[in-house]
């Protein structure tokens, strides 16, 4: 594949180098070059709110750094957590003197370096909460949720955690807010084609031509089986079986839907399945509240895309429609 | 009673990162087959760092591990830049006050060490992870000096066990981590953090076995 790089081993600071040019009215650096802040953070007595992941997926994390967003992200290298250093440094540049809370994805390396990170500002005598991202239905069955991966659905945690810390709640209230949102997330990922990490030079998984790979992971990560490849309308019911049924969702309850392509699948086909999606979820007696189609997380340039549907109330449903403004096209 | 001298053996940190620059190739290679392929190159990086930070100068083995720990925790991200980070701060935190270290205060210190990993990993022996070297590898020492082994034997069956416990990855099945995703398809390979970590220890063995005096 031909790519626009100019040293593997620099994409991600080239990266965030091109992103804050593009983006100056909106985020900035501080001394830390892997860690990017909203141009207006910290907000003094508002609850700062963070996260943090390997790069690879953007625009996601960077992209949602801004007005009533993210105060700080946290960058890593591709597809690797980032350090415990840059995650304490996104937690200071986010203090406005009522704590922090990080929400962040089920991945080893996160974990364990939001955790000490969280150790490090304790020290500073910041005050940090956490809500790790598990929306991942594939990634381990229903009695082990706590064991799935985050992926898309961290977007509404975000959302919703951001607007809520900027409405003025306490760090509980912010913390509890997020893990309502991705608890009431689910989401599926599915795979056409593979992608590759420029300094190891080939993919680090395959997918057969011909094939569709059902519930893969955001980094290639095995999913629950692989079959021929079969129509969009095929595909998405697929998509909206696994989640629903998964979910569990009484008869008129309120949703909101996000497709995102995995980065090499074009916008008119995340349309198309968007297109079976929305009739399906309706099919199922439930309400669309709202639908985003794009590119929200992605994965290099792999073939294929997600679907997260989140179950809304009535609060949720409030900081859903906030207004923000950031990067990403969200 | 055999020991030696924290002062003197600040070189040690510079062999292990030697040895691991000399394996960043073979740990990626390993690491490729099951994981995503960057264990040797961001060993390299950071054991390379630490060792630019005390190459200039004459440092002790608590200085130069506190350095390492410190490089590998705030430079390198992932799961093994915390790891091995919390790991050799907490070897450098426990060595004694006084310069002399023997094979009560060695085994401290590697207890130390593990302590800190297990308190920010959350896997076990048998999980295919660096812990499958670290454990057996100081339960060995521990059971050798309270058999009445010195010192220098004690490392000996330091070392055997590190490398037993690395080639016993081979038959298991990842249970934490990314490969842990693979689950059967992660059987067949070595894990490439049991392996650095049979490099780190085997090198530790060999220094300080140089270093004894009685």
């Known amino acids: 594949m031909q790519r626009f790089i100019n040293d593997p081993d620099r994409v991600v600071e080239d990266t965030v180098s091109g992103f804050v ?50 105060d700080a992200v946290a960058v ?11 995650f304490h440094d996104a937690i200071k540049a986010a203090d406005g ?66 607007a809520m810390a900027a409405a003025g709640a306490n760090l509980e209230a912010v913390r509890a807010t997020a893990q309502k949102a991705i608890d009431n997330c689910r989401s599926i990922g599915v795979g056409l084609g593979p992608c590759t990490l420029p300094a190891v030079g080939h993919p680090n998984f395959t997918i ?45 309850s309120e949703v909101a839907v996000l497709i995102s392509g995995l980065g090499a699948t074009p916008l008119n086909e995340l349309y198309i399945l968007n297109d079976t999606i929305a009739a399906e979820i309706e099919a199922r007696g439930l309400k669309i509240h709202r639908t985003f189609v794009g590119n929200y997380f992605t994965s290099l340039e792999m073939v294929g895309a997600t679907l997260t549907i989140m179950a809304l109330d009535d609060e949720l449903k409030t900081l859903l429609d906030v207004e923000v403004r950031c990067p990403a096209p969200f | 009673m055999q020991h030696f001298s924290n002062a003197a053996t600040g070189d040690i940190v510079l062999a292990m990162a030697d040895r691991i620059i000399a394996n960043k190739a073979y740990l990626s290679e390993i690491d490729g087959k099951i994981g995503d392929g960057d264990h040797g190159v961001n060993m390299a990086k950071g054991f390379g760092m630490a060792a630019d930070r005390l190459r200039d100068g004459s440092y002790r083995l608590s200085e130069a591990l506190d350095t390492l720990g410190t490089v590998l925790m705030s430079e390198i991200g992932g799961s093994m830049g915390p790891l091995y980070g919390v790991m ?10 006084s310069d002399a270290v023997d094979s009560t205060a060695f085994s401290r210190m590697l207890h130390a060490g593990l302590d800190e990993v297990q308190s920010i990993g959350g896997a076990k022996v048998g999980d295919k992870t660096l812990l499958d070297t670290l454990i057996p590898a100081i339960e060995a020492f521990d059971q050798a000096t309270g058999s009445g082994a010195t010192f220098q034997n ?13 080639d ?4 298991l099945v990842a249970k934490i981590g990314r490969a842990s995703r693979l689950g059967d398809r992660s059987r067949g390979v070595l894990d490439a953090g049991a392996t650095s970590c049979a490099l780190i220890l085997v090198t530790l063995a060999e220094g300080v076995t140089m270093k004894l005096t009685s």
Not at chain 1, 35 to 62: C, D, Q, R
Not at chain 1, 214 to 243: Q, Y
């Open chain 1, 76 to 86: 890593g290298e591709l597809f690797s957590s980032p350090t415990a250093r840059s």
């Open chain 2, 154 to 166: 004690a490392l000996v069956a330091l070392r055997t066990a590190a490398e037993a416990g690395r």
């Open chain 1, 208 to 252: 057969e031509a011909g094939t569709i790979e059902i519930g893969i992971g955001h980094h290639g990560e095995p999913g629950i089986r692989v079959e021929p490849l079969k129509s969009a309308a095929e595909t998405a019911r697929d998509m909206c079986a696994i989640v629903l049924d998964d979910h569990g969702l009484s008869l008129g």
């Open chain 2, 88 to 97: 050799f701060t907490g070897f450098a935190e426990s060595l004694p006050k």
């Open chain 1, 21 to 70: 040019k593009a983006h100056a009215d909106l985020v900035r650096l501080g001394n830390n070059p892997r860690v990017v802040i909203a141009a207006n953070a910290p907000t003094l007595g508002k609850v700062g709110v963070v996260t943090g992941g390997g790069s690879g997926h953007e625009p996601a994390f960077i992209g949602y750094v801004g007005r009533a967003m993210l």
């Open chain 2, 168 to 171: 016993s990855t081979i038959d």
């Open chain 1, 97 to 162: 003197g009522k704590g922090v809370v990080c929400l962040y994805g089920n991945y080893a390396g996160d974990n364990m370096n939001v955790k000490m990170a969280t150790r490090l500002a304790a020290k500073d005598g910041i005050e940090v909460a956490t809500v790790v991202a598990n929306d991942d239905v594939c990634s381990a069955g229903p009695e082990a949720r706590e064991k799935r991966r985050g992926v898309a659905g961290e977007i509404f945690m975000w959302k919703c955690g951001s």
